[in-house]
């Protein structure tokens, strides 16, 4: 998989937006940008996934620049819920369902009552 | 729906002992994997299989054996537990949506081999 480059860790306020930035420069052009999170003493939680455009549904919205070498997970109003460690994946077209996941070290997200 | 389940969900392990991690998914889901997570790491995948019957080795896959003999389960097996394989394992399903695979986990199994 294409590598991709996250902050270590980010602190937001709860009820306050979040913005969990993503750098993914090598991406191929059948590439899908894949975000995961982890709570604490739990297994990886699949957030949203997108290809090209921007993509919304009931956890967060992605946002992915016009160039694809960027995106934003965006987390619109947190709450303590969603402290975890946030993970951007590339996974290349269907093709490649198969495969496994590959983890890095995510950005681990404070959230501050 | 129940999802991805594991069993058991802890267990300590004496050197050289054996045992089986068992994984259920209800979601007819064709692609199951078997990852272990070690602390302060991210997950790395041991084996997988891309339907009943298959299995394939992942990136660490020794000392380490799978069997999918019905679609829904996926049993994980220690042959000779050794201490490097005090870990926490997490079993997943995947289905294909929006035209790439979500990877759906189980709650994860805590393995302490002393």
């Known amino acids: 998989d294409a590598k991709t480059t996250q902050p270590n860790s980010m602190e937001s306020n709860e009820e306050e937006p979040v913005h969990l930035p993503c750098n993914h420069s090598t991406i191929s052009g059948t590439d899908y940008i894949h975000w995961y999170r982890q709570l604490p003493s739990q297994g990886p939680e699949y957030v949203i996934h997108?290809?090209?455009s921007n993509v919304n549904n009931r956890m967060a919205s992605l946002a992915i620049a016009e160039d694809r070498k960027s995106s934003t997970l965006i987390l619109h109003r947190a709450t303590l819920r969603d402290a975890a460690v946030y993970y951007c994946?590339?996974?290349?077209?269907?093709?490649?369902?198969?495969?496994?996941?590959?983890f890095g070290k995510g950005t681990h997200l404070i959230i501050q009552p | 729906n129940a999802g991805v389940t594991q069993t058991p969900k802890f267990r300590v392990l004496k050197t050289g002992q054996s045992m089986t991690l068992l994984c259920a998914q209800d979601?007819?889901?064709?692609?199951m994997y078997w990852y272990r997570q070690d602390p302060g790491m991210g997950l790395r995948l041991i084996h997988y299989?891309?339907?009943?019957?298959?299995?394939a080795k992942g990136e660490v896959p020794d000392g380490y054996n799978v069997s999918r003999l019905k679609k829904q389960n996926f049993l994980l097996g220690l042959e000779s537990a050794a201490p490097s394989q005090t870990s926490v394992y997490f079993c997943?399903?995947?289905?294909?949506?929006?035209?790439?695979?979500?990877?759906?986990f189980g709650p994860g199994t805590r393995l302490t081999v002393t």
């Open positions: 299989s891309v339907g009943e019957g298959t299995t």
């Open positions: 997108g290809l090209t």
């Open positions: 997943a399903s995947s289905r294909l949506a929006g035209g790439s695979y979500e990877q759906y």
């Open positions: 994946i590339l996974r290349p077209y269907s093709g490649g369902g198969a495969d496994g996941l590959t």
């Open positions: 979601m007819n889901h064709e692609y």
